[in-house]
């Protein structure tokens, strides 16, 4: 590993001798460290300079990604503190509903997944606020694909009337919905859109809590605000 961090610092490459000084190896520890290295990828050697190789990058890929998961789960994390309530992060990709992070305590438990979230997007409001961030064409595909259906006696009938709801939906406006996924439950979406991706940060209440849910909403829109440069690098979590 200090030979990798070693090589790093080099943008232009170094030799070996100058890697075993600089890390206090031995020489001959050093040229058998590095043969090793350039076999497995994670160094490659160009006319006597050692340089790294794809999977060091591919490495350092991942501690990327890594940190800007971290990015995210920290907010979420932050929020469900400061707001007293679960905090769920979800993005539309490829054409599915994808959760991608929940940040909840036992005193502030999430909403069971009783039923498939990317399957009824219709019902809950991370679908909603997602769905509407859409245009008409996706929507239409994406309700072909996983048509309206009654969870509880609030769900949306028809997608007709979800259409007509999601067009009405103002831009940046908190989506919310009222036991129509969860019975005991309600929940507000902030939309998040960063460049082409739809994205949100949502929250949920028991239901009996419904008068928390729109202040609540507004003070995590307001949160989100203050660090959108920080989530938007992180959206390709």
Do not use: N
């Not at 009405?168 to 129509?180: C, G, H, N, S």
């Amino acid at each position: 590993m200090r030979l990798l961090e070693t090589v790093a610092r080099h943008e232009y490459g170094a030799p070996a001798k100058q890697l075993a000084r600089e890390t206090g190896l031995a020489l001959p520890t050093t040229y058998h460290l590095l043969r090793t290295l350039v076999h497995e990828g994670y160094l490659h050697r160009d006319k006597g300079l050692f340089f790294l190789g794809e999977a060091a990058e591919r490495l350092s890929s991942s501690g990327a990604r890594q940190k800007r998961r971290s990015t995210v789960v920290d907010a979420l994390a932050h929020w469900r503190d400061t707001l007293g309530v679960p905090v769920y992060y979800a993005v539309y990709r490829e054409g599915e509903i994808e959760v991608m992070c929940v940040s909840d305590s036992p005193g502030t438990p999430a909403v069971e997944e009783w039923a498939g979230f990317r399957e009824t997007g219709h019902a809950h409001a991370i679908g909603q606020c997602l769905l509407s961030q859409l245009d008409e064409e996706a929507r239409r595909d994406h309700l072909d694909r996983y048509p309206v259906q009654a969870l509880t006696p609030y769900t949306v009938r028809d997608s007709h009337s979800l259409l007509r709801r999601l067009e009405r939906i103002r831009r940046m406006e908190p989506v919310t919905e009222r036991q129509e996924y969860a019975l005991g439950a309600v929940c507000a979406a902030i939309p998040l859109t960063l460049g082409d991706t739809a994205a949100t940060v949502a929250i949920s209440l028991p239901a009996h809590q419904e008068h928390r849910l729109l202040p609540a909403a507004r003070q995590l829109q307001t949160e989100i605000g203050r660090m959108l440069g920080s989530l938007a690098l992180s959206i390709s979590m």
